[in-house]
């Protein structure tokens, strides 16, 4: 072997791999300032409604609430979010400023400006669409790579390899998960897609909508396991059927609110926590079948990202939901395990101390 061979092979593998990059302070202001007036905009939506704010634990989480009366009488809740300093003050201070979506689509663009990553302006208006006929008030969950993406803003930095995707999955926690998301507002999924007219039509299991000009791009409806398997179950609040999936459920029980970026303005969306998600990958690739992982490159990779971020900014964290996941049984560990293994593979030199 050469010396040149030698010192190129010393080279590379002298390379720590980077995951991220900080965004900029200008950008993570423009995010924060948008943020909060998002925010405080949803507060002041439900607050010119009859009823009053609520604050209430949820399997030791504490979360805010609108409970307000419908036409019949019976309380509703409005979920406003994960409590926090931030959303507690905004509350107390709903009745003051003048936030116009104008004035929001005025901050969305001087953020994007300042360089806070945005979605794809077609993906941005289905998730739009779903988000004002109610999706996430009646419990949904954003899930798969647009969160990932999302992230982005969230935790102040941007993906080294954040491809974008052409699937939009959303989620549901069906009858067999408690989260903290009440379910019951209404709306019927399928009118409201076909009120977007892009052209999605059904497949046959009714759990995926696809375009046949653009076949690349479909919707997805996802939920937890139930007592009948994998057989795709009909959400009744949602008038939607939804493909149940294993492991689903670790994801969505505490989910927190995020604020994604588009030309058309910001969208709030329920997201699953960053350490949740980026331990449900290793899941999803563990669970995958043996010839398929190859495919899974991008599971592996997320997780990566996200884990490389937690075990440098926040390794407690990590580490208790690492712990949780261990102790929801052997089938649960061995999946995460063999995660674990191809990312050390992948990524050998990455932190992956706080997973024990």
């Not at 959303?87 to 953020?111: E, F, M, N, V, Y």
């Not at 996430?136 to 982005?152: C, D, K």
């Not at 580490?319 to 999946?335: A, C, I, N, Q, S």
Request: glycine share 8%; proline share 5%; aromatic share 8%.
């Amino acid at each position: 072997m050469s010396w040149d061979v030698v010192i190129l092979k010393f080279i590379f593998l002298s390379i720590t791999f980077v995951f991220y990059t900080p965004l900029s302070t200008a950008a993570q202001t423009a995010y924060a300032s948008l943020n909060s007036a998002s925010m405080l905009e949803g507060v002041r939506s439900v607050a010119s409604l009859p009823g009053s704010f609520s604050r209430k634990l949820v399997k030791g989480h504490a979360y805010w609430y609108y409970q307000t009366p419908d036409l019949t009488g019976k309380q509703t809740q409005i979920f406003l979010g994960l409590a926090s300093d931030e959303l507690t003050q905004l509350i107390a201070q709903h009745r003051c400023g003048d936030g116009t979506k104008t004035h929001l689509r005025q901050l969305t663009r001087q953020a994007i400006a300042a360089g806070c990553p945005a979605i794809v302006s077609s993906h941005a208006k289905i998730i739009e669409r779903l988000a004002d006929a109610g999706f996430f008030r009646a419990g949904g969950i954003l899930v798969g790579t647009h969160v990932y993406m999302a992230y982005q803003n969230y935790l102040g930095v941007r993906w080294q390899s954040a491809a974008q995707t052409v699937d939009l999955d959303f989620a549901h926690a069906g009858r067999n998960v408690s989260v903290a998301i009440p379910s019951d507002v209404t709306m019927d999924m399928g009118s409201e897609i076909e009120a977007l007219k892009m052209g999605f039509v059904p497949v046959r299991s009714l759990t995926t909508y696809v375009k046949s000009d653009e076949t690349d791009l479909q919707i997805d409806f996802v939920t937890s396991l139930h007592r009948g398997g994998d057989t795709p179950i009909l959400i009744k609040s949602l008038n939607a059927t939804m493909q149940p999936l294993k492991f689903m459920e670790f994801s969505m029980v505490a989910p927190i609110q995020i604020t994604l970026l588009a030309q058309r303005g910001p969208i709030t969306v329920n997201a699953p926590p960053p350490e949740k998600y980026a331990l449900h990958k290793l899941l999803v690739y563990g669970e995958r079948p043996q010839n398929m992982r190859i495919k899974a490159a991008k599971d592996i990779e997320q997780a990566a990202g996200l884990i490389d971020y937690l075990a440098e900014n926040d390794a407690d964290l990590l580490h208790e939901t690492w712990v949780d996941l261990m102790e929801r049984g052997p089938g649960w560990r061995k999946r995460a395990a063999d995660g674990l293994f191809a990312l050390k593979t992948k990524f050998p030199d990455m932190n992956t101390t706080p997973l024990g």
